[in-house]
Every structure is written in structure tokens, then in C-alpha cells.
T-cell receptor, first 114, second 114 residues
Framework: GESVGLHLPTLSVQEGDNSIINCAYS??????FIWYKQESGKGPQFIID?????DKRQGQRVTVLLNKTVKHLSLQIAATQPGDSAVYFC?????????????FGKGTHLIIQP | GAVVSQHPSWVICKSGTSVKIECRSL??????MFWYRQFPKQSLMLMAT?????????EQGVEKDKFLINHASLTLSTLTVTSAHPEDSSFYIC??????????FGPGTRLTVT
């Protein structure tokens, strides 16, 4: 999801359900993408990454999908747990610039309902 | 491994004073560190790239004379907010580049300028 103005979009799911968080990026030269989880008052925590030569990558309970044609990235979280409640950001960069900073997306606030 | 710390975790200062924030890579050396700023309910915005032994590179719109960066060793970068004003109140987050160009984020520093 993308934010409108200053408000983060919110996704509310029931505990145990699957969630899908979306992200659109604009730089067609970006070829390295990362999903981060950020809890209130803390720094971003790495979840999973994917390079542009792949369209899917799986981790533990998480899957990232990349559609380069429409410049879209998604994060799927399976069997959500209360501890998954956080703000999720996608980030991108051109990996040719190995020591470059990241460009962050606008974030989605995931709320897990008991 | 790959732990990044920040000090202080929060600071309150009066308008017009300067504040120094430290970013340390605890168990690895980082020739490159980054400083990000995050306003409430917004995403992280890259402020500058801190390079050990050389001048920092600032993103467009970030005043280099206001946000002084020093990267005097391979494990420490400092950000000094000079003549702070209430609009500088924000969450400042650093990251450090590891050996394979992955970024490790610090826990952030909450700055409040009164």
C-alpha cells in the first residue's frame, strides 16, 4: 500500500490469517529490494530481500514477490502472529552502487487482530 | 553479529543548542555509514552518506552546515545537529554497511527540540 498525505495505510488482519503488503517503486534502475519491519520507537529490522533476477523468494513465513514490469513488490506473511504487528517498509537501490543508501517506500501499518 | 548502536536513544534540547548523536558498529568495521531521518508516521529519508576519512555526501535539500557528520574511525560516525530548532525534532537512524554491502540499522535516536 502507498500512503496518502502523511498517513500510513493500515492493514488489519485476524491472527492466523495471511497478509499481503504491497509496495510500488518508481526507479526502473533499482535492482535490489528489501523489506523491513519497524516496531514503534525502534530501527528497521531486515525481513527478506530479493534481486531483480528473481521474481519470488521465500523465507520463514514470508514470501516476497517482484513484478518488474509494473514496478511492484509485495510481502506475504503467512499465519500472522501478534508479534507481526508493526510498520512494514519496502526499500530499494541500484546494486551497482554497492555502498549507496536506500530509498524507502512509504510504509504500511500492519495490525494483527486477536 | 552485525550490531549497530546509537547513543543517546533519546535527547531533549533547547532551541539554539547543538546535539551530537553517535552511531557505532559494535562487531564489524564500516567504512560507510548512513544517516536517515524519520518524522512521525512517515518513512525513512536518507540524509547523508558518511565515509570514513573523507567528507560526508549529503542528499539534496539537507544542509551540510546544519547537520555535521564526522566519521573518524571505522566503527564510529557522529551526527551533530547544530542550532537545533523544533522542526529538527525527529527520529534519527543510522545504518552501517557490512562486508557484502548489506545495511545494518541502529535502534534510532529520538530528538526533541523545545
Amino acid at each position: 500500500g502507498e500512503s496518502v498525505g502523511l498517513h500510513l495505510p493500515t492493514l488489519s488482519v485476524q491472527e492466523g490469517d495471511n497478509s499481503i503488503i504491497n509496495c510500488a517503486y518508481s526507479n526502473s534502475a533499482s535492482d535490489y529490494f528489501i523489506w523491513y519491519k519497524q516496531e514503534s520507537g525502534k530501527g528497521p529490522q531486515f525481513i527478506i530481500d530479493i534481486r531483480s533476477n528473481m521474481d519470488k523468494r521465500q523465507g520463514q513465513r514470508v514470501t516476497v514477490l517482484l513484478n518488474k514490469t509494473v514496478k511492484h513488490l509485495s510481502l506475504q506473511i503467512a499465519a500472522t502472529q501478534p508479534g507481526d504487528s508493526a510498520v512494514y517498509f519496502c526499500a530499494e537501490k541500484e546494486s551497482g552502487g554497492g555502498a549507496d543508501g536506500l530509498t524507502f517506500g512509504k510504509g504500511t501499518h500492519l495490525i494483527i487482530q486477536p | 553479529g552485525a550490531v549497530v548502536s546509537q547513543h543517546p536513544s533519546w535527547v531533549i534540547c533547547k532551541s539554539g543548542t547543538s546535539v551530537k548523536i553517535e552511531c557505532r558498529s559494535l562487531d564489524f568495521q564500516a567504512t560507510t555509514m548512513f544517516w536517515y531521518r524519520q518524522f512521525p508516521k512517515q518513512s525513512l529519508m536518507l540524509m547523508a552518506t558518511s565515509n570514513e576519512g573523507s567528507k560526508a555526501t549529503y542528499e539534496q535539500g539537507v544542509e551540510k552546515d546544519k547537520f555535521l557528520i564526522n566519521h573518524a574511525s571505522l566503527t564510529l560516525s557522529t551526527l551533530t545537529v547544530t542550532s537545533a530548532h523544533p522542526e529538527d525534532s525527529s527520529f534519527y537512524i543510522c545504518s552501517a554497511i557490512g562486508a557484502r554491502y548489506e545495511q545494518y540499522f541502529g535502534p534510532g535516536t529520538r530528538l526533541t527540540v523545545t
